[in-house]
């Protein structure tokens, strides 16, 4: 039987137009943004760094040890690293900041120091630019896109809000005069900035939510609310966002048209973890001790509640998502287990109490914070 050739040549075509279509399509940032060419220098990077079972770092808290995609960054006393699931540093830095402080969007990292004027932005294999500012940073975040936010003090005023380009550009100030940030935001094209703050009228406390963008002088969209007091804020990604406070935590939609509260009705929040494409996490416990911790996961479009009850004291929650559903990885005191919002345990694995805390790596593998060292386990 004569096999023929412009049919196999047609197939092949057929079977590499449908998988870059399926690879644009899951990798629809990639391919849309300048991004690219570090998506590309980051590929080379892997396939020539060494590989480690275990990685050597000097002190590291918890906020400083975050996903960075499959990936993690992670800055101690001394090192920036973006170490891969396999442990290769696919980037390593010394710094002198006296306070680091690591924060990431999908493809770049801001290091800056929180007690001091430097700040230095990344990809995963190079340095995008190191730069100071005037003032004492307090705070910032960077997007996908341009543009870097960050929250500074300031001479006259309680602070500064300041939106730079990488190169160091000024786009957007804004000085509070009566409000002191406690969080800022800035969605994945650049455009859009969310704080969370704290200010004091006619004798009370109140916290304060703001959207700005850059068009206008003036937020355009503000917020008080009595009774608690905000500390994280953070886009999703499709331009809404959620803040969480010590009693209450809010979904806002639609710059303010649509707000959804979930008040934790007297209960100490314990943890919390937020995933842009799909909601946050929040756990509570019903005891002083933080025993029997149950966790409350909230859909980013609030038309779902999903509660998870644990006999655990946790250390750390992360949420995390995939096409069909959510799911938390948990480190209590001995233990990292992978929950689904059905409460079904999925895989868990003894760990030293010493660890503080586990990121996912990949679909069966975990990174874990010890005390001095990151290692990877298998769950």
Sequence with gaps: MKINKILIIC???????????????????????????????????????????IIESDEVTPNNFINFGSDIAVISKSKFMILSPI????????????????????????????????????????????NSIENKIITGKISDGENLVLITEAD??????????????????????????????????????????????EG??????????????????????ENNIFSFIEFFDDNNFAAIGDNLAINVRNLGKNIQEFDYNGKTLCLHSFNKKSGIALSFSPTNDERNQYII?????????????????????????NFFNNKILATSESQIFVLKPNRKILRKKKIPVSSKKALLASRLKAYVLGNGEISTIKI
């Design 156 to 201: 006259k005023y309680c602070c500064e809000m300041r939106v730079l380009s990488i190169n160091n550009r000024d786009i957007y100030r804004y000085c509070f005069a009566q409000m002191y940030v406690k969080d800022v935001a800035i969605n994945d094209s650049g455009d859009k900035v969310a704080i969370c703050g704290l200010k004091s009228e």
């Design 297 to 321: 996961i909230l859909n980013k479009n609030n038309n779902k509640t999903t509660k998870i009850e644990t006999d655990k004291r946790l250390k750390s929650i992360e949420l995390y998502n």
């Design 11 to 53: 197939s092949l075509i057929i079977i590499i137009l449908s998988f870059l279509s399926v690879f644009v399509f899951l990798n629809s940032k990639v391919v849309k943004t300048n991004n690219f060419n570090n998506f590309f220098e980051d590929t080379i990077n892997r396939i020539t760094k060494h590989k480690n079972s």
């Design 87 to 130: 442990l290769q540093k696919l980037l390593e830095i010394n710094h002198n900041f006296s306070f680091p402080v690591v924060k990431n969007s999908d493809f770049k990292a801001l290091i800056f120091d929180a007690d001091g004027k430097d700040y230095i932005i990344t990809n995963k294999s190079t340095i995008l630019n190191k």
């Design 204 to 225: 009370k406390t109140k916290s304060v939510i703001q959207v700005f963008d850059f068009k206008h002088e003036k937020p355009i969209f503000s917020k008080d609310f």
